[in-house]
């Protein structure tokens, strides 16, 4: 599995997430969507990948802010991508190496929702601010380093919510992730998001 796929077409997938809908006024302010993010701790939801050759992965996602996500692919794939200790780590089951491939997390788009402390009204962080139907769509990047790729994250309001997110890496691939039964609030252990303790679990 490429090591970006698990970052980031679109239309596709907000197609079969189910997100179309009537014209609205105005979209979500950015100042409701950093609340939203800085108090969403914990969340687990099942999601569907669309890769950026088309293929399609499921699985199920944990999140623990800041700085935790974890990629739990299902058969056939059973692959594994964790986010945790600034790194990412790609855990491929089809090789026999228990050593995965890793890289920090600052230098992909994922890392803006992933902060301690989200704010998307920092100068260059957004670039773009829309509406789609009953979705709000924004546009992300980081504003020290545009070449680490973009992020573009789909809310629905009343209450807030996200919904999917599209990455495209610096090599303009984009890979889209939607989101379904997203449960929040439990209780995650760290265990979950130790590339250390995975490593030697496989061992």
């Known amino acids: 599995m490429d090591r970006r796929h698990?970052?980031?077409?679109?239309?596709?997938?907000?197609?079969?997430?189910?997100?179309?809908?009537p014209a609205s006024a105005a979209p979500i302010p950015l100042n409701a969507i950093s609340n939203y993010l800085n108090q969403l701790q914990t969340a687990q939801s099942q999601f569907t990948q669309i890769n950026?050759?088309?293929?399609?992965?499921?699985?199920?996602?944990?999140?623990?802010?800041p700085g935790r996500m974890r990629f739990d692919y299902a058969p056939p794939e059973q692959s594994l991508v964790m986010a945790g200790g600034g790194q990412v780590a790609v855990f491929d089951n089809r090789s026999n190496s228990s050593t995965p491939e890793q890289y920090p997390l600052s230098q992909t788009?994922?890392?803006i929702i992933l902060e301690a402390n989200v704010d998307l009204s920092r100068r260059n962080?957004?670039?773009?601010?829309?509406?789609?139907?009953?979705?709000?769509?924004?546009?992300?990047?980081?504003?020290?380093?545009?070449e680490y790729g973009r992020i573009d994250?789909?809310?629905?309001?009343?209450?807030?919510?996200?919904?999917?997110?599209?990455?495209?890496?610096?090599t303009g691939?984009?890979?889209?992730?939607?989101?379904?039964d997203m449960q929040t609030?439990?209780?995650?252990?760290?265990?979950?998001?130790?590339?250390?303790?995975?490593?030697?679990k496989r061992q």
């Not at 789609?132 to 992300?140: L, Q």
């Not at 994250?153 to 610096?170: K, S």
């Not at 609030?185 to 030697?200: K, T």
């Open 6 to 21: 698990f970052l980031g077409t679109a239309a596709a997938a907000l197609t079969a997430a189910g997100l179309a809908g």
């Open 52 to 65: 950026a050759d088309g293929t399609i992965s499921t699985g199920t996602l944990y999140i623990q802010r």
């Open 109 to 111: 788009p994922l890392s």
């Open 125 to 146: 962080m957004v670039v773009g601010h829309t509406q789609d139907g009953n979705k709000t769509i924004v546009v992300a990047q980081d504003p020290a380093h545009p």
């Open 153 to 170: 994250l789909v809310f629905t309001g009343n209450p807030v919510e996200l919904r999917q997110w599209v990455v495209t890496d610096d």
């Open 173 to 180: 691939a984009r890979t889209t992730v939607v989101l379904s």
């Open 185 to 200: 609030g439990m209780g995650l252990s760290a265990s979950l998001f130790s590339v250390q303790n995975e490593i030697r």
